[in-house]
Protein backbone atom coordinates (compact mmCIF):
# COMPACT_ATOMS: atom_id res chain seq x y z
CA UNK A 1 0.00 0.00 0.00
CA UNK A 2 1.55 3.38 -0.84
CA UNK A 3 0.45 5.41 2.49
CA UNK A 4 1.62 9.34 2.47
CA UNK A 5 2.05 10.95 6.56
CA UNK A 6 0.71 13.97 7.40
CA UNK A 7 2.12 16.03 10.18
CA UNK A 8 0.07 19.11 11.46
CA UNK A 9 1.27 21.81 13.64
CA UNK A 10 2.88 25.22 13.19
CA UNK A 11 5.43 24.42 15.82
CA UNK A 12 7.02 21.97 13.42
CA UNK A 13 6.58 24.54 10.03
CA UNK A 14 8.33 27.31 12.26
CA UNK A 15 10.95 24.81 13.46
CA UNK A 16 10.12 25.05 17.39
CA UNK A 17 9.65 21.95 17.27
CA UNK A 18 11.61 18.95 15.87
CA UNK A 19 9.13 16.33 13.67
CA UNK A 20 9.69 12.95 15.56
CA UNK A 21 6.60 11.64 14.61
CA UNK A 22 6.61 11.34 10.68
CA UNK A 23 9.86 8.84 11.36
CA UNK A 24 8.51 6.90 13.96
CA UNK A 25 5.28 6.16 11.89
CA UNK A 26 7.91 5.80 8.90
CA UNK A 27 9.11 2.83 10.75
CA UNK A 28 6.35 1.87 11.70
CA UNK A 29 4.11 1.74 8.45
CA UNK A 30 7.77 0.18 7.14
CA UNK A 31 7.28 -2.73 9.39
CA UNK A 32 3.90 -3.33 7.67
CA UNK A 33 5.31 -3.72 4.59
CA UNK A 34 3.40 -0.49 3.34
CA UNK A 35 5.46 2.03 0.98
CA UNK A 36 6.29 5.56 2.72
CA UNK A 37 6.43 8.16 0.12
CA UNK A 38 6.38 11.51 1.88
CA UNK A 39 5.88 12.85 5.12
CA UNK A 40 4.59 16.03 4.58
CA UNK A 41 4.50 18.87 7.16
CA UNK A 42 1.97 21.66 7.76
CA UNK A 43 1.02 24.75 9.55
CA UNK A 44 -1.81 24.62 12.22
CA UNK A 45 -4.34 27.05 9.10
CA UNK A 46 -7.31 25.73 7.44
CA UNK A 47 -5.90 26.29 3.99
CA UNK A 48 -2.63 24.32 4.04
CA UNK A 49 -4.41 21.21 5.57
CA UNK A 50 -6.95 20.88 3.03
CA UNK A 51 -4.80 21.55 0.21
CA UNK A 52 -2.62 18.71 1.54
CA UNK A 53 -5.59 16.70 2.26
CA UNK A 54 -6.59 17.13 -1.21
CA UNK A 55 -3.46 16.60 -2.86
CA UNK A 56 -2.06 13.16 -0.95
CA UNK A 57 -6.09 11.62 -1.35
CA UNK A 58 -5.67 12.16 -4.85
CA UNK A 59 -2.22 9.78 -5.25
CA UNK A 60 -1.98 8.07 -1.78
CA UNK A 61 -4.13 4.75 -0.75
CA UNK A 62 -3.59 5.47 2.64
CA UNK A 63 -2.81 8.90 4.67
CA UNK A 64 -1.79 8.81 8.34
CA UNK A 65 -1.85 11.90 10.01
CA UNK A 66 -1.11 13.28 13.49
CA UNK A 67 -1.99 16.64 14.96
CA UNK A 68 -4.14 19.28 15.41
CA UNK A 69 -7.20 17.65 17.71
CA UNK A 70 -6.05 19.17 20.95
CA UNK A 71 -8.73 21.80 22.93
CA UNK A 72 -7.54 24.89 21.79
CA UNK A 73 -8.69 27.29 19.23
CA UNK A 74 -5.67 26.30 17.14
CA UNK A 75 -6.41 22.60 16.68
CA UNK A 76 -8.62 22.83 13.54
CA UNK A 77 -8.01 19.29 12.09
CA UNK A 78 -11.28 18.14 12.97
CA UNK A 79 -12.74 20.85 11.39
CA UNK A 80 -10.96 20.94 7.80
CA UNK A 81 -11.17 17.44 7.41
CA UNK A 82 -14.97 17.86 7.82
CA UNK A 83 -15.42 20.62 5.08
CA UNK A 84 -13.11 18.21 3.25
CA UNK A 85 -14.93 15.30 3.47
CA UNK A 86 -18.41 17.53 3.14
CA UNK A 87 -20.13 16.58 6.31
CA UNK A 88 -20.78 18.40 9.92
CA UNK A 89 -18.92 17.67 13.40
CA UNK A 90 -21.14 15.73 15.45
CA UNK A 91 -20.69 14.92 19.20
CA UNK A 92 -19.95 11.36 20.18
CA UNK A 93 -21.12 11.09 23.34
CA UNK A 94 -19.26 8.41 24.31
CA UNK A 95 -15.60 9.90 23.81
CA UNK A 96 -17.16 12.86 26.14
CA UNK A 97 -18.05 10.61 28.88
CA UNK A 98 -14.21 9.17 28.42
CA UNK A 99 -12.86 12.72 28.44
CA UNK A 100 -15.13 13.72 31.46
CA UNK A 101 -13.92 10.84 33.74
CA UNK A 102 -10.59 11.19 32.19
CA UNK A 103 -10.64 14.91 33.31
CA UNK A 104 -12.36 14.30 37.17
CA UNK A 105 -8.98 11.58 37.87
CA UNK A 106 -6.99 14.45 37.43
CA UNK A 107 -9.39 16.51 39.45
CA UNK A 108 -10.64 18.96 36.78
CA UNK A 109 -14.00 19.58 35.54
CA UNK A 110 -14.90 19.24 31.68
CA UNK A 111 -15.04 22.73 29.91
CA UNK A 112 -16.20 23.40 26.37
CA UNK A 113 -13.14 23.29 25.12
CA UNK A 114 -11.95 20.05 26.16
CA UNK A 115 -15.41 18.93 24.90
CA UNK A 116 -14.74 20.15 21.58
CA UNK A 117 -12.34 17.02 21.25
CA UNK A 118 -15.39 14.74 21.09
CA UNK A 119 -16.43 16.00 18.40
CA UNK A 120 -15.70 13.97 14.97
CA UNK A 121 -16.68 14.06 10.87
CA UNK A 122 -20.13 12.30 10.59
CA UNK A 123 -19.39 9.17 9.76
CA UNK A 124 -16.07 8.42 11.11
CA UNK A 125 -15.00 5.35 12.51
CA UNK A 126 -13.50 7.17 16.16
CA UNK A 127 -10.22 5.80 17.51
CA UNK A 128 -9.85 5.78 21.25
CA UNK A 129 -6.94 7.39 23.49
CA UNK A 130 -6.18 5.22 26.27
CA UNK A 131 -3.19 8.22 27.34
CA UNK A 132 -5.00 11.61 26.94
CA UNK A 133 -8.12 13.57 26.04
CA UNK A 134 -8.12 13.62 22.14
CA UNK A 135 -9.55 10.52 20.42
CA UNK A 136 -8.37 9.62 16.68
CA UNK A 137 -11.07 9.10 14.04
CA UNK A 138 -10.57 7.39 10.68
CA UNK A 139 -12.48 8.59 6.95
CA UNK A 140 -12.67 7.90 3.53
CA UNK A 141 -11.50 10.59 1.57
CA UNK A 142 -11.84 9.90 -2.38
CA UNK A 143 -10.34 6.54 -2.70
CA UNK A 144 -7.88 7.30 0.12
CA UNK A 145 -8.22 5.71 3.58
CA UNK A 146 -7.75 9.13 6.00
CA UNK A 147 -6.63 8.31 9.27
CA UNK A 148 -6.00 11.40 11.95
CA UNK A 149 -4.04 11.06 15.75
CA UNK A 150 -3.00 13.46 18.66
CA UNK A 151 0.24 14.85 17.79
CA UNK A 152 1.70 14.10 21.48
CA UNK A 153 4.29 11.45 20.62
CA UNK A 154 3.13 8.67 23.34
CA UNK A 155 -0.46 9.04 23.02
CA UNK A 156 0.14 8.48 18.64
CA UNK A 157 2.41 5.78 18.85
CA UNK A 158 -0.27 4.06 21.47
CA UNK A 159 -3.38 4.58 19.16
CA UNK A 160 -0.95 3.63 16.31
CA UNK A 161 -0.64 0.45 18.18
CA UNK A 162 -3.63 -0.25 19.02
CA UNK A 163 -6.20 0.76 16.88
CA UNK A 164 -4.66 2.50 13.15
CA UNK A 165 -1.54 -0.24 12.53
CA UNK A 166 -4.51 -2.87 13.01
CA UNK A 167 -6.83 -1.04 11.13
CA UNK A 168 -4.38 -0.95 8.00
CA UNK A 169 -3.01 -4.30 8.79
CA UNK A 170 0.28 -5.66 6.67
CA UNK A 171 0.36 -5.20 3.33
CA UNK A 172 -0.55 -8.65 1.81
CA UNK A 173 1.48 -8.59 -1.10
CA UNK A 174 4.40 -7.17 1.27
CA UNK A 175 7.69 -8.87 0.03
CA UNK A 176 10.34 -6.92 1.91
CA UNK A 177 11.97 -6.95 5.22
CA UNK A 178 14.62 -4.97 6.69
CA UNK A 179 16.60 -6.05 9.94
CA UNK A 180 18.04 -3.09 11.51
CA UNK A 181 21.41 -3.17 13.28
CA UNK A 182 22.30 -0.72 16.20
CA UNK A 183 26.00 0.05 16.33
CA UNK A 184 27.69 2.30 18.16
CA UNK A 185 31.76 3.43 18.69
CA UNK A 186 32.91 2.93 14.42
CA UNK A 187 32.63 5.27 12.18
CA UNK A 188 30.08 5.80 9.61
CA UNK A 189 32.85 5.18 6.92
CA UNK A 190 34.80 2.47 8.64
CA UNK A 191 31.06 0.55 9.04
CA UNK A 192 30.85 0.96 5.10
CA UNK A 193 34.16 -0.40 4.57
CA UNK A 194 33.64 -3.48 7.06
CA UNK A 195 30.86 -4.57 5.03
CA UNK A 196 32.08 -3.74 1.38
CA UNK A 197 30.38 -6.79 -0.95
CA UNK A 198 27.27 -7.91 1.75
CA UNK A 199 24.73 -6.24 -0.77
CA UNK A 200 25.99 -8.74 -3.78
CA UNK A 201 26.81 -11.38 -1.93
CA UNK A 202 22.87 -11.76 -0.73
CA UNK A 203 21.19 -9.54 -2.74
CA UNK A 204 20.37 -6.72 -0.08
CA UNK A 205 20.73 -3.33 0.19
CA UNK A 206 22.16 -1.44 3.15
CA UNK A 207 21.40 2.02 3.96
CA UNK A 208 23.32 3.73 7.29
CA UNK A 209 21.27 6.27 9.65
CA UNK A 210 23.38 8.17 12.27
CA UNK A 211 22.04 9.30 15.62
CA UNK A 212 24.82 10.99 17.51
CA UNK A 213 26.14 9.32 18.72
CA UNK A 214 24.79 5.45 17.36
CA UNK A 215 24.67 4.52 13.49
CA UNK A 216 21.92 2.26 12.33
CA UNK A 217 23.22 -0.14 9.64
CA UNK A 218 19.52 -1.01 8.14
CA UNK A 219 19.51 -4.36 5.85
CA UNK A 220 16.41 -4.14 3.56
CA UNK A 221 15.36 -7.61 1.22
CA UNK A 222 13.00 -7.72 -1.55
CA UNK A 223 12.17 -11.28 -2.92
CA UNK A 224 9.04 -12.88 -4.38
CA UNK A 225 7.72 -13.68 -1.12
CA UNK A 226 7.77 -12.26 2.61
CA UNK A 227 9.67 -15.35 4.17
CA UNK A 228 12.07 -15.38 1.39
CA UNK A 229 12.90 -12.22 2.13
CA UNK A 230 12.94 -12.59 5.65
CA UNK A 231 15.30 -15.06 5.60
CA UNK A 232 17.55 -13.23 3.16
CA UNK A 233 17.80 -10.13 5.24
CA UNK A 234 18.21 -12.46 8.50
CA UNK A 235 21.14 -13.80 6.65
CA UNK A 236 23.16 -10.36 5.60
CA UNK A 237 22.19 -9.17 8.81
CA UNK A 238 23.86 -12.25 10.80
CA UNK A 239 27.12 -11.93 8.65
CA UNK A 240 27.18 -8.04 9.15
CA UNK A 241 27.27 -8.27 12.61
CA UNK A 242 30.20 -11.37 12.43
CA UNK A 243 31.71 -8.68 10.21
CA UNK A 244 31.58 -5.92 13.25
CA UNK A 245 31.59 -8.05 16.04
CA UNK A 246 30.09 -7.47 19.30
CA UNK A 247 31.69 -4.58 21.01
CA UNK A 248 30.52 -2.36 17.79
CA UNK A 249 27.04 -4.01 17.07
CA UNK A 250 25.14 -3.65 20.42
CA UNK A 251 21.42 -4.01 19.63
CA UNK A 252 18.81 -4.82 16.79
CA UNK A 253 15.82 -2.24 16.04
CA UNK A 254 14.83 -0.43 18.84
CA UNK A 255 17.29 -1.04 21.64
CA UNK A 256 19.05 1.24 23.05
CA UNK A 257 22.76 0.97 24.74
CA UNK A 258 21.76 2.15 27.99
CA UNK A 259 18.86 -0.63 27.84
CA UNK A 260 21.01 -3.16 26.37
CA UNK A 261 24.00 -2.34 29.81
CA UNK A 262 21.45 -2.92 31.85
CA UNK A 263 19.85 -5.87 31.13
CA UNK A 264 23.63 -7.25 31.05
CA UNK A 265 24.00 -6.52 34.38
CA UNK A 266 20.46 -7.78 35.44
CA UNK A 267 21.54 -11.09 33.76
CA UNK A 268 24.96 -11.60 35.00
CA UNK A 269 24.24 -10.33 38.77
CA UNK A 270 26.06 -7.14 38.84
CA UNK A 271 25.56 -3.82 40.53
CA UNK A 272 27.41 -0.45 39.27
CA UNK A 273 27.71 2.78 40.72
CA UNK A 274 28.92 6.19 38.75
CA UNK A 275 30.85 8.98 39.20
CA UNK A 276 29.92 12.14 37.08
CA UNK A 277 31.71 15.14 36.71
CA UNK A 278 31.62 16.75 32.86
CA UNK A 279 28.40 14.65 31.90
CA UNK A 280 26.54 15.97 34.88
CA UNK A 281 24.03 13.33 35.59
CA UNK A 282 23.47 12.63 31.82
CA UNK A 283 24.63 8.61 32.15
CA UNK A 284 22.76 8.17 35.19
CA UNK A 285 19.32 9.36 33.45
CA UNK A 286 20.10 7.56 30.01
CA UNK A 287 20.19 4.44 32.75
CA UNK A 288 17.16 5.04 34.69
CA UNK A 289 15.15 5.52 31.36
CA UNK A 290 14.10 2.21 31.55
CA UNK A 291 12.68 0.27 34.12
CA UNK A 292 14.04 -1.91 36.42
CA UNK A 293 16.94 0.27 36.98
CA UNK A 294 17.04 -0.35 40.72
CA UNK A 295 17.74 -4.07 40.20
CA UNK A 296 21.39 -3.11 39.05
CA UNK A 297 22.32 0.38 39.64
CA UNK A 298 23.13 1.17 43.14
CA UNK A 299 23.37 5.62 42.66
CA UNK A 300 25.87 7.93 41.48
CA UNK A 301 27.63 11.44 42.68
CA UNK A 302 27.84 14.39 39.80
CA UNK A 303 31.09 15.76 41.83
CA UNK A 304 31.53 19.12 39.24
CA UNK A 305 33.73 20.78 41.58
CA UNK A 306 37.27 19.70 42.94
CA UNK A 307 35.85 19.75 46.51
CA UNK A 308 33.04 17.42 45.35
CA UNK A 309 35.41 14.85 44.34
CA UNK A 310 37.97 15.33 47.20
CA UNK A 311 34.86 14.86 49.93
CA UNK A 312 32.32 12.47 48.50
CA UNK A 313 34.86 10.37 46.47
CA UNK A 314 37.91 10.27 48.22
CA UNK A 315 39.89 11.89 45.61
CA UNK A 316 43.24 12.68 46.82
CA UNK A 317 44.05 16.44 47.18
CA UNK A 318 47.38 15.52 45.81
CA UNK A 319 45.88 14.34 42.47
CA UNK A 320 43.87 17.20 41.69
CA UNK A 321 46.40 19.79 42.52
CA UNK A 322 49.45 17.95 39.77
CA UNK A 323 47.78 16.30 37.56
CA UNK A 324 44.14 18.77 37.11
CA UNK A 325 40.30 17.69 37.51
CA UNK A 326 40.64 16.49 33.86
CA UNK A 327 43.13 13.51 34.32
CA UNK A 328 43.56 9.86 34.12
CA UNK A 329 44.81 10.01 37.43
CA UNK A 330 41.60 11.42 38.80
CA UNK A 331 39.38 9.42 36.54
CA UNK A 332 40.74 6.62 38.01
CA UNK A 333 40.35 7.85 41.57
CA UNK A 334 36.75 9.22 41.18
CA UNK A 335 35.82 5.09 39.93
CA UNK A 336 37.37 3.49 43.13
CA UNK A 337 35.73 6.37 45.07
CA UNK A 338 32.78 5.77 43.96
CA UNK A 339 32.76 2.09 44.10
CA UNK A 340 34.10 1.98 47.44
CA UNK A 341 31.03 4.40 49.18
CA UNK A 342 28.74 2.38 47.03
CA UNK A 343 29.93 -1.17 47.54
CA UNK A 344 29.51 -2.06 44.24
CA UNK A 345 30.47 -4.85 41.67
CA UNK A 346 31.64 -1.89 39.04
CA UNK A 347 32.24 2.25 39.09
CA UNK A 348 31.87 4.30 35.69
CA UNK A 349 33.69 7.51 36.16
CA UNK A 350 33.85 10.41 34.14
CA UNK A 351 35.95 13.67 33.69
CA UNK A 352 36.34 15.79 30.95
CA UNK A 353 36.12 19.07 28.90
CA UNK A 354 33.03 19.68 27.51
CA UNK A 355 33.51 23.18 26.51
CA UNK A 356 33.24 25.56 24.85
CA UNK A 357 35.40 27.13 26.90
CA UNK A 358 38.42 25.59 29.26
CA UNK A 359 40.17 24.20 26.45
CA UNK A 360 44.13 24.35 25.92
CA UNK A 361 47.12 22.94 23.85
CA UNK A 362 47.89 20.24 26.16
CA UNK A 363 43.97 19.39 27.10
CA UNK A 364 41.40 20.43 24.51
CA UNK A 365 37.93 20.90 24.41
CA UNK A 366 36.30 17.56 24.11
CA UNK A 367 39.36 15.40 25.71
CA UNK A 368 37.68 12.92 28.32
CA UNK A 369 38.75 10.67 30.94
CA UNK A 370 36.13 7.57 31.00
CA UNK A 371 37.41 4.93 34.06
CA UNK A 372 35.94 1.80 35.14
CA UNK A 373 36.42 -0.05 38.75
CA UNK A 374 35.97 -3.45 39.35
CA UNK A 375 37.42 -5.86 42.03
CA UNK A 376 40.57 -7.35 40.05
CA UNK A 377 41.44 -3.31 38.19
CA UNK A 378 41.11 0.08 36.94
CA UNK A 379 40.76 0.71 33.44
CA UNK A 380 41.42 4.09 32.04
CA UNK A 381 40.35 5.44 28.35
CA UNK A 382 41.22 9.02 26.50
CA UNK A 383 38.74 10.53 24.48
CA UNK A 384 39.18 13.48 22.33
CA UNK A 385 34.97 14.28 20.96
CA UNK A 386 33.87 16.12 18.43
CA UNK A 387 31.05 18.85 18.45
CA UNK A 388 29.68 21.12 20.50
CA UNK A 389 28.84 20.84 24.31
CA UNK A 390 25.95 18.74 24.03
CA UNK A 391 27.86 16.49 21.68
CA UNK A 392 30.60 15.65 23.58
CA UNK A 393 28.36 14.72 27.10
CA UNK A 394 26.26 12.73 24.78
CA UNK A 395 29.38 11.13 23.51
CA UNK A 396 31.10 10.68 26.34
CA UNK A 397 28.32 8.64 28.21
CA UNK A 398 27.72 6.10 25.20
CA UNK A 399 31.71 5.52 25.15
CA UNK A 400 31.60 5.61 29.28
CA UNK A 401 28.02 2.62 28.62
CA UNK A 402 30.40 0.84 26.01
CA UNK A 403 33.01 0.50 28.48
CA UNK A 404 30.82 -1.44 30.96
CA UNK A 405 28.89 -3.61 28.29
CA UNK A 406 32.36 -4.51 26.52
CA UNK A 407 34.09 -5.17 30.04
CA UNK A 408 31.32 -7.38 31.54
CA UNK A 409 31.34 -9.04 27.67
CA UNK A 410 34.89 -9.97 27.91
CA UNK A 411 35.41 -10.42 31.40
CA UNK A 412 34.70 -13.06 34.64
CA UNK A 413 33.60 -10.08 36.88
CA UNK A 414 33.49 -10.60 40.09
CA UNK A 415 30.81 -9.52 42.57
CA UNK A 416 32.06 -7.66 45.59
CA UNK A 417 31.26 -10.38 48.06
CA UNK A 418 33.79 -12.46 45.86
CA UNK A 419 36.09 -9.61 45.76
CA UNK A 420 35.57 -9.56 50.08
CA UNK A 421 36.34 -13.13 50.43
CA UNK A 422 39.48 -13.34 48.04
CA UNK A 423 38.23 -15.15 45.44
Avoid at 299 to 313: D, I, T, W
Avoid at 411 to 418: A, K, M, N
Wanted: charged share 20%; aromatic share 4%.
Amino acid sequence: MKVAILCIGSELTRGELVDTNGPWLARALGDQGHDVDQIVCVPDQPAPIALALQHLAGRYQAIVATGGLGPTTDDLTRDVVARVVGVPLERNTEQLEAIRQRLAARGRGLTESNARQADVPRGARVLPNAHGTAPGFSVSIGASRAIFMPGVPREMRAMFAAHAGPALGPAPDAATAQVVLRTSGMPESAVCDALGGLEKAYGVSIAYQVHVPDLDVKVLARADTRAEATARARAAADEARQRLGPHVVFGEGQDELAGVVGSLLVERGRSLALAESCTGGLVAELLTDHPGASRFFAGGVVSYANEAKRQLLGVPREALEQWGAVSEQVARAMAEGARRSFGVDLALALTGIAGPEGGSDEKPVGLVYIALAGPQSVDCERHVLAGGRSDVRLRAAYAGLALVRRTVLERSVGTTSDANHGS
